[in-house]
Each structure stands twice: as structure tokens, then as C-alpha cells.
């Protein structure tokens, strides 16, 4: 059982159920009220936990078909399916062609799951922002309910930023609302990717030295400076500014709390994953999914068993799957299968079929690399990252009807804050020296191969083998697509396995380092229409 478990509050996920939110006209659509809830910490707490179990629960309210896949699985999509990451074998029936090929237009439904999501998260922010600061709701309070209510304040506004932090990353231009924005129907301000940055960065500063050092499956001081530093080190991508020197100086904030390496990678995804981040070990925050209490078909549930293709005999075993037959949908991409160099642990692609011959032996089949069609789920190396399998090798809950998987999704991980240092340096920060910097790329290295044999010189430490790093550590977690456009290889120079919906792979137009902003929003915020004309959307 998890340390942390979602009491998925009805007044925090009922916030933001207009079909619509561009007046985001954002308040609870509930029989509770303010002044039923906020009576004590206690019902502060219980609000932000709906805010925590939006981001891996479905919120229907939020809209429906191919919409209400939950937060979490639609950044999978955006972020690891349209890149040289993974490919998803579910196109057709989930209307994911154009999310895997780069073509999307302002009436793709992923995109509409995207904004709506992003939206939805920031209005229940608001909405609990708005209340955590109300004096007539407060007055109510003792004086020591009083103070850990302002400290779900700053959660919330963290949750607030991780939430922009993907708007920033999505739109050139994109609404902006606040608490002090207030209820009602209005059209927002837009906010330029300039301006949402330094929101971005004023907010963070603002509540990093009020989170805990450590609180799990809670937004803590070193997620916020993570944020912050993966924040600067896209700044130039978003603004033209460059900000390496202060991503640095933010890594070097998350590094004074105590984090370390996990020795074995493969346990930063299993079932028991949440013991990764106690007593200063690598996750820094994570999204904790119970597999008995937060069930879902969405989250890690996604992540595992759509790992599962057909023909792997002991796959139970293996995923921790247990209730759920093979979803036959994430596959490895041949561009991630080659950019594993011999030794690293880290490559967990699997490029054989096993069939069990009823004698304890199995009789394995070699499977292509090459994904030949998309409805054919034979072709394509296996991957088996993420798992539900414990510590001891048992299935951590059943991810039948009625369950999901026990494992936790981290956000941000201290491998994640040495490679920006690695990164932020040859860009030109300053704060740490080329050989403090490369140090930090080998302790990474050091995990991958057990040992110093994967060790790079000083002549191989270029941005070139830093994207490439970046996929061999990061893969399935959320942030390839934001790589590779930093690195300038998202749209053209680099091409995958049917980027462009081709098999070879081709260049797509640049507008496509954006998401469309949904048709739906037109009518009720003709700007949103007009940043979709700049683009060519």
C-alpha cells in the first residue's frame, strides 16, 4: 500500500467541467460549497487531493471520447508517440494518426485533450488558490490549520505551474488566468511565451522555500527548483533569452536536498517504485498511483500494459500485469532501439517472441525492428520499461477490471537534474566547470553500465551525444518531444520510422512544434482562433 493515497474530491474534479473553458468560467459544479469544505485543514487537504489525482485519473467532465483519456496519457502521446520514442499500434481506433505522423489540425481530439486538460488543472488550481486565501473562510480556522493551509497553497500553485509549464511548451500564445481573475464569464488575457515565462519563474522563486524538503507523492522544494531549471534550460527555446547559467544555479538548489541514484534502473518504474524516494534516494516527485484505490485504465496502468504485445509467454511475470490480457499498443521505434550502445542496462527493448513449451523452456522468435503497418502488432521490438512487478518479483495489484497498476509516475528524477547540468554548460552557463559537468553525464553513465566502462571523454561531450543520452535515459517519461525541439530535431534534420505518417520517415512543417488550440474555443475567445491562423492551423 502506497504512503499516499488520492481521496478524489468531487468539488475539486467537478472544477473546470464546462465543456468549453475558453471564458474559463471555472467554478465547482457541485451540491458542496466553500463553506461546507474549507471548515478545516482537513477539507483543504482533501480538495488538493483531487487536484493530485487529476493529472491520473480520467475527468470525465472534462469532455469525453478520446478526450477523457486522463492527463497523464495524453502527454504520452504528444510527448513520446509522436517522436523517435515509441509508436502506438492503436491509430485508428484512438484517432492517433495525425499525433503520430505530425499532422494534427485545430479539430484533432488529442490536441482538444490536451489544452482541456492543461485548463482544467489550472482552473481547479485557481479555484483552491482563491479559497486558501479567503480571510472569511480562514477566520474559522486555528492558528495551526491556518499554517498548513498555506502550505497546500504553494502545492497548488506548483501544480498550477507544472500545468503552464506544458501551455508554455504546447503555444506560442495561450490564455493566461489566475485566482485574482476571479469567477465569471469573461474572455482572458493571452499571455506571449515571454510573458507565461516569467510568471513562470517569478511563481516558482516565490514557493520553492515554502514546500518541504520532503514529502512524497507531494509537491516538494526540489520539484520546485526542477521545474524551474528544466524551465530555464528550454528559455531560449521559448523566449530567445538564454538562461543556462540560471538553470545551473536552480540544479544546484535540487542537489542540497539529498537525492541519489538508484543503483538499478529498472526499479525507478516497477510496483514498489514510491521506495525510491525516501531517504534521499533518485525521485524527486512523483504522481503516486495506487492500484487498488485509484484505479484506472489511464497513468501507469497505460504505460505498462500497453507495453504488452501478443506472443510473450511469461508476459505476467515479466509486466506484473495480472487480470489484463496483451493491450498490444507501445512499441519501440527502431531509432530507440539502435541509439543503445552494448552493456547499457538502461536498454529494455525486447526484440523477440517467446512461446512456452509446457517444459519450463521456452523457444524465442526473432521479431523485426522494422514496424511494417500499424494493425499489426508482430512487427516492432517489445518494451518493458515500465512494470508492476515488485521488488520481490510479484505482481504489485491486479490490473483487471476493477484495478490498475501500483506503479508510481515520476515527474522529476536527479538523473534528469545532472544531464541539464551536462547540457546547460556546453551551452555556455556558467556555475560549474566542463569537467564538473561531464562528471555528472558519467555518474549517469556509471548507473547504466554498472560500472566506468560507458564513461565518456571530454571529446564525445557534445549536444549531439547529450539528445541521444536524453532518449536513452528518458524514454517513455514525458519529455522527448520537448528534447528534441530544443535540440532543433523535432520537425526537420531528423527523421524516424513514420514521422510524416511515411515508413522511411520525412520533415514535417514547422508549425507542428505546436499544438493546435481546439475549434470549440473560437466561439467563446476569438484570440484562440487567431493564434491557430499565425501558425497555419
Known amino acids: 500500500m502506497k504512503k499516499i493515497i488520492y481521496i478524489v474530491s468531487a468539488l475539486a474534479l467537478m472544477a473546470g467541467s ?8 471555472q467554478y465547482p459544479h457541485s451540491t458542496s460549497t466553500s463553506n461546507d469544505v474549507y471548515t478545516s485543514a482537513d477539507g483543504y487537504r482533501q480538495v488538493l487531493s483531487g487536484i493530485y489525482a487529476a493529472f491520473i485519473q480520467r475527468i470525465s467532465s472534462v469532455s469525453s471520447e478520446a478526450r477523457s483519456q486522463n492527463y497523464l496519457r495524453t502527454l504520452t502521446m504528444f510527448q513520446d508517440c509522436s517522436t523517435d ?40 488550481c485557481n479555484d483552491f488558490i482563491s479559497n486558501a486565501g479567503n480571510e472569511e473562510l480562514l477566520s474559522r480556522l486555528s492558528e495551526s490549520d491556518r499554517e498548513t493551509v498555506a502550505e497546500l497553497k504553494s502545492e497548488a500553485r506548483f501544480l498550477r505551474a507544472y500545468a503552464y509549464s506544458h501551455a508554455i511548451d504546447f503555444y506560442n500564445r495561450m490564455p ?19 510573458q507565461m515565462f516569467g510568471f513562470l519563474v517569478q511563481e516558482l522563486s516565490e514557493i520553492a522555500e ?30 530567445g533569452t538564454r538562461y543556462y547559467t540560471e538553470c545551473i ?82 512499441r519501440a521505434r527502431p531509432q530507440l532501439v539502435d541509439v543503445f550502445e552494448y552493456g547499457d542496462r538502461r536498454n529494455l527493448t525486447v526484440g523477440i517472441d517467446r512461446e512456452d513449451n509446457d517444459d519450463g523452456t521456452y523457444t524465442e522468435t526473432e521479431r523485426s525492428k522494422d514496424i511494417t503497418a500499424h494493425d499489426d502488432a508482430s512487427t516492432g521490438y517489445r518494451i518493458r520499461k515500465w512494470t508492476n512487478v515488485t521488488d520481490a518479483g510479484e505482481a504489485a495489484s491486479f490490473c483487471g477490471e476493477g484495478g490498475g497498476a501500483n506503479t508510481d509516475f515520476p515527474v522529476f ?51 549531439d551525444f547529450l539528445c ?5 535515459e528518458f524514454y517513455l517519461e514525458c519529455i522527448r518531444r520537448t528534447d528534441l525541439i530544443r535540440f532543433g530535431k523535432y520537425t526537420s534534420g531528423y ?18 512544434r505546436f499544438l493546435a488550440i481546439p475549434e470549440a474555443e473560437y466561439s467563446v475567445n476569438p484570440e484562440t482562433q487567431a493564434i491557430n491562423n499565425e501558425l497555419g492551423f
Open 18 to 25: 464546462s465543456s468549453c473553458v475558453g471564458s474559463l468560467d
Open 85 to 124: 520514442s515509441c509508436d502506438p499500434i492503436w491509430l485508428a481506433g484512438e484517432t492517433l494518426t495525425d499525433v503520430n505522423g505530425l499532422s494534427w489540425t485545430a479539430s484533432n481530439p488529442w490536441c482538444s485533450a490536451m489544452y482541456y486538460h492543461i485548463y482544467n488543472i489550472v482552473a481547479m
Open 176 to 194: 493566461f488566468v489566475t485566482e485574482a481573475d476571479g469567477v465569471g464569464s469573461y474572455i482572458p488575457k493571452t499571455y506571449d511565451r515571454s
Open 210 to 239: 515554502t514546500l518541504d524538503v520532503t514529502n512524497y507523492g507531494h509537491a516538494t522544494r526540489g520539484a520546485a527548483y526542477a521545474l524551474l531549471a528544466r524551465i530555464y534550460l528550454n528559455g531560449e527555446t521559448w523566449t
Open 249 to 330: 544555479s536552480a540544479c544546484k538548489e535540487v542537489l542540497k536536498d539529498g537525492y541519489v541514484l538508484e543503483n538499478d534502473y529498472g526499479r525507478l518504474f516497477n510496483g514498489d517504485n514510491h521506495l525510491r524516494a525516501m531517504g534521499g534516494s533518485e525521485i524527486i516527485f512523483a504522481f503516486a498511483c495506487d492500484g487498488t484505490k485509484t484505479t484506472t485504465w489511464d497513468a501507469t496502468t497505460f504505460l505498462v500494459c500497453g507495453q504488452v504485445l501478443d506472443g510473450y509467454a511469461d508476459a505476467e511475470d515479466v509486466y506484473g500485469n495480472d487480470g489484463a490480457n496483451a493491450w498490444n499498443n507501445l
Open 413 to 463: 528524477r536527479l538523473a534528469d537534474v545532472y544531464l541539464m547540468i551536462g547540457e546547460a554548460c556546453l551551452r555556455g552557463g556558467e556555475g560549474v566547470t566542463r569537467s564538473e559537468a561531464l562528471g555528472y553525464v558519467n555518474d549517469v553513465r556509471k548507473r547504466a553500465f554498472g560500472s566506468d566502462s560507458g564513461n565518456i571523454g571530454d571529446g564525445d561531450f557534445t549536444l
Open 468 to 472: 541521444d543520452e536524453r532518449l536513452r
Open 495 to 512: 527523421s524516424w520510422q513514420w514521422k510524416a505518417n511515411v515508413s522511411e520517415g520525412a520533415d514535417v512543417d514547422s508549425r507542428f
